[in-house]
């Protein structure tokens, strides 16, 4: 919002949300009656039946804009801004299918009451000579002083700082104003349109593409990321008065008072008001940052959950991504997930960038396997995940990564044994593989209440469920199992003298269950009420019971230092970083020389002290409760 909102600030529909929608819906159903019911090819209005399948193309055309924009900024080869993007931006910038509802009611509204807006042909040339001229003259010149006005300071304070908060900027970013704004920008927008409508040369194709064309312009100048060829400006040296570039644009951002002109910097350069680097900008970043800079310190690999992961993923929705994953998917989101996720799978054959952040002087990056959990669950997909995961350490090694963390179902017994797998296969892999368990296991002690005298372990015999037993035994508190294949396998595993605190129990009584893989609702069923329910597991379990306590899947606090860190990992909530994804950038910040992976543990105290001397906060979203058990003493 503005510093000082000004009248009209905030749209009509603001308190509607995603009901918005429904504004347009009595002009689409009217409109597509009309044309479907029409006697003959002359009493259907093209026009105004376009208006729906223009509005569902645009707002199409902007989510693969946002999706292409987040892949390219993850590379951050070609980046221009080298900045944070937050939280803050992506939640001021939700409302950016605003301005595509207004231009559909607008159109609806200007074809019901304007008979020349009405029966327009499919195309008429004449109409593209008018639009293309005035558009090169009166509304970039307007644009341009528009411009500098707003950026007075009562006009700035009130209306134009909302859009320059974003100093950042993603495509979407183009049409983020207050209401009162954006009625402004489309009076303009509306010269070439109206104009054609009174002098009869307007077409549906030229009305749309107007449309299409100021998309692709706002969105092109608004990415964070050079892709403007050179060799345009080469063969046509006059192009550059003619065609602004992203780098032209983020000057206008980053120093606000240059580089005003909506798409033709001509009038920058008539008027003086052209950033003397903007040229030499354009290069630089056409040219891309160095690759030595550039590369990553550590690499988390990840993997798709559930099919609306595909949404909830940073390249997909921006604003679902930056909620934890269920809290904004609803029933509709689901189902479409269903039906376009293989389909958006197939696009990618490899591992892919999600994600670039910062911490101190570490580059980190987010990698994912576009795989589901079923597949790491398939015997039939086994083999070809497994494949992935292995192509993608040699690509974290090929690219200089000190660090590679197996998030979720990457780093499975059956799969890799804890990724021990691959330093078996390449004794010299320089990368150090982390599977997180030290700090996994710190994070899950210090969420158990304060004063836990016996604790019910509940799930499968893994290399996390062996040191959180040898932890709790260490401490004396005594471990209960009710399943004997569990009891007999860890038993084996433990010293002799820690054998005492490990009990083989048919009681459900304790008051603190922890609880991995595989625990079913039945079993949840059996506990006390007031239980706690405190994972041990990379997953959360289903949450059965409303009386009882069920506590985050180990997890920290990211530093407030953290940069770029815009989307929620999984269900976890905001600035919340698994333990697992944690443990690589801790790995990292000590600059250990030894792997985490197969049956080597960092050490539980050691990786938590060295976590929180390095920012990272314990979380567990039952802040009222006492912890104790993680702090000191592990």
Not at 251 to 268: A, G, I, K
Not at 275 to 286: A, N, P, Q
Not at 555 to 575: D, G, I, K, M, T
Not at 614 to 624: E, I, K, S, T, V
Request: net charge neutral.
């Amino acid at each position: 919002m503005a510093s000082k909102p000004g009248p009209l600030t905030h749209w009509p529909w603001h308190d509607l949300g995603n009901y918005k929608y429904a504004l347009v819906a009595p002009w689409a159903a009217y409109s597509t009656y009309r044309f479907v019911t029409a006697s003959s090819d002359a009493e259907r209005d093209l026009l105004s039946f376009m208006v729906l399948p223009t509005l569902l193309l645009r707002l199409l055309y902007s989510q693969l804009w946002i999706t292409v924009s987040r892949h390219q900024t993850a590379r951050s080869k070609h980046k221009i801004v080298n900045k944070s993007l937050d939280f803050d931006q992506v939640d001021r910038e939700r409302n950016w299918d605003d301005q595509i509802i207004l231009t559909a009611l607008l159109f609806y509204v200007v074809n019901a009451t304007v008979p020349l807006a009405q029966g327009v042909p499919w195309w008429n040339s004449k109409g593209m000579v008018v639009t293309v001229v005035l558009h090169a003259g009166p509304v970039e010149f307007l644009y341009y002083w528009l411009h500098r006005a707003l950026h007075h300071h009562w006009l700035y304070a009130r209306y134009h700082s909302h859009h320059h908060a974003s100093i950042v900027t993603e495509p979407i970013t183009s049409v983020i104003h207050p209401f009162a704004e954006e009625l402004v920008y489309f009076v303009l927008f509306a010269i070439p349109l109206l104009s054609t409508v009174a002098t009869g040369t307007t077409s549906v194709v030229m009305a749309n593409g107007y449309l299409v064309y100021i998309d692709f312009m706002n969105y092109l100048g608004h990415c964070n990321f050079e892709l403007v060829p050179k060799c345009l400006f080469d063969v046509f040296p006059p192009l550059k008065y003619l065609l602004y570039t992203p780098s032209f644009h983020s000057l206008h951002h980053t120093q606000f008072r240059t580089n005003y002109s909506l798409f033709m910097p001509v009038y920058d350069y008539i008027y003086g008001t052209m950033d003397k680097s903007s040229d030499d900008l354009y290069e630089r970043t056409l040219q891309g940052r160095d690759e030595v800079a550039a590369r990553p310190d550590v690499v988390h690999l990840t993997h798709l959950t559930a099919p609306e992961s595909v949404f909830h993923h940073r390249l997909g929705f921006a604003s679902v991504a930056s909620t934890p994953l269920g809290a904004a998917a609803s029933g509709h989101l689901l189902r479409a997930a269903s039906a376009v996720a293989s389909p958006l799978l197939s696009l990618f054959a490899s591992t892919f960038r999600s994600e670039a952040n910062r911490l101190d002087k570490l580059n980190i990056e987010t990698w994912v396997i576009p795989m589901f959990t079923s597949h790491y669950t398939s015997k039939s997909d086994g083999y070809k995940v497994s494949l992935l995961i292995e192509k993608a350490v040699s690509d974290a090694e090929a690219s200089g990564a000190r660090v590679l963390t197996l998030g979720l179902l990457n780093q499975g017994y059956d799969l890799n044994r804890n990724g021990e797998l691959y330093v078996v296969r390449k004794p010299s892999l320089k990368t150090k593989i982390v599977d997180g368990t030290s700090l996994a296991v710190a994070a899950v002690l210090n969420m158990i209440p304060q004063g836990t005298k016996d604790v019910l372990l509940l799930g499968n015999a893994n290399k996390i469920s062996l040191v959180l037993t040898l932890s709790l035994c260490k401490r004396e508190i005594q471990v209960r199992m009710v399943n004997k294949e569990l009891y007999e396998c860890l038993k084996q595993q433990l010293p002799p003298e820690m054998q005492e605190h490990l009990v083989l129990s048919c009681s459900y009584s304790s008051k603190v269950w922890l609880v991995g893989d595989g625990v079913t609702d039945k079993e949840q069923m059996k506990a006390q009420k007031g239980s706690h329910f405190v994972p041990y597991s990379q997953f959360p379990p289903n949450k059965a019971r409303n009386d009882c306590v069920y506590h985050c899947t180990p997890a920290l606090l990211v530093p407030e230092s953290f940069e770029n860190l815009h989307v929620c990992e999984n269900w976890l909530p905001r600035r919340v970083m698994s333990a697992w994804r944690a443990a690589g950038i801790v790995h990292a910040l000590e600059k250990w020389d030894e792997h985490e992976c197969g049956g080597r543990v960092t050490g539980v105290q050691k990786a938590w002290s060295a976590a929180l001397a390095r920012g990272f906060r314990p979380y567990d979203h039952h802040p009222g409760i006492t912890h104790g058990h993680g702090r000191g003493g592990l």
